[in-house]
T-cell receptor, first 115, second 112 residues
Framework: DAGVIQSPRHEVTEMGQEVTLRCKPISGHDYLFWYRQTMMRGLELLIYFNNNVPIDDSGMPEDRFSAKMPNASFSTLKIQPSEPRDSAVYFC?????????????FGQGTRLTVV | AQSVTQLGSHVSVSEGALVLLRCNYS??????LFWYVQYPNQGLQLLLKYTSAATLVKGINGFEAEFKKSETSFHLTKPSAHMSDAAEYFCAVSTGFQKLVFGTGTRLLVSP
């Protein structure tokens, strides 16, 4: 397996624009996680899915953020409208089981810059 | 709720020297503990994890960590640093049924 694949690797957008980040988890993994990494706040869990169903989105910062998982091999994180404070690295991760029962594999991340 | 504290945002060592990265945790129930490494422009990679088996856990690339319940610590060590070890290291805790909580990270700098 090629691992968790995220696209794009880098995204630069203007404030107010819609941004969509994409993730392909490892085949067979039932859990998918979206994290955000910033210097100020470190790594934060935004939302996670189990079998394509969102389980906990309490980490999503605002209504401007939304995530979907239409099938087992694809997930998106959308920000609309984007703001400069959304600039961060966004990671997707997947695992067989949650919370350390099995290893979580991370993608390489999407570095988002909102100007 | 569980939490981890990593002491020192930066640690500098010389090549060949001992690496010691500190992590203390807080958890009301027996925890799962992890160390992840992040190389520049990469995602996180699991180095090792503790899940209530042996207290001394060996990981990849020669790293190991010891779970000390009395000290609520899970420090990461490597006997001899290599230039390729330069990266950011994250300690994380979970109770197995609650989300992983990451520390703020420690950047390891290795000088020749």
């Amino acid at each position: 397996d090629a691992g968790v694949i995220q696209s794009p690797r880098h995204e630069v957008t203007e404030m107010g624009q819609e941004v969509t980040l994409r993730c392909k988890p490892i085949s067979g993994h039932d859990y998918l996680f979206w994290y955000r990494q910033t210097m100020m706040r470190g790594l934060e869990l935004l939302i996670y899915f189990n079998n394509n169903v969102p389980i906990d989105d309490s980490g999503m910062p605002e209504d401007r953020f939304s995530a979907k998982m239409p099938n087992a091999s694809f997930s998106t994180l959308k920000i609309q409208p984007s703001e400069p404070r959304d600039s961060a690295v966004y990671f997707c991760a997947s695992s067989l089981r949650p919370w350390g029962e099995s290893e979580a594999f991370f993608g390489q991340g999407t570095r988002l810059t909102v100007v | 709720a569980q939490s981890v504290t990593q002491l020192g945002s930066h640690v500098s060592v010389s090549e060949g020297a001992l690496v010691l990265l500190r992590c203390n945790y807080s958890s009301s129930v027996p925890p799962y503990l992890f160390w992840y490494v992040q190389y520049p422009n990469q995602g996180l990679q699991l180095l090792l994890k503790y899940t209530s088996a042996a207290t001394l856990v060996k990981g990849i690339n020669g790293f190991e960590a010891e779970f000390k319940k009395s000290e609520t610590s899970f420090h990461l060590t490597k006997p001899s640093a290599h230039m390729s070890d330069a990266a950011e290291y994250f300690c994380a805790v979970s109770t197995g049924f609650q989300k992983l909580v990451f520390g703020t990270g420690t950047r390891l700098l290795v000088s020749p």
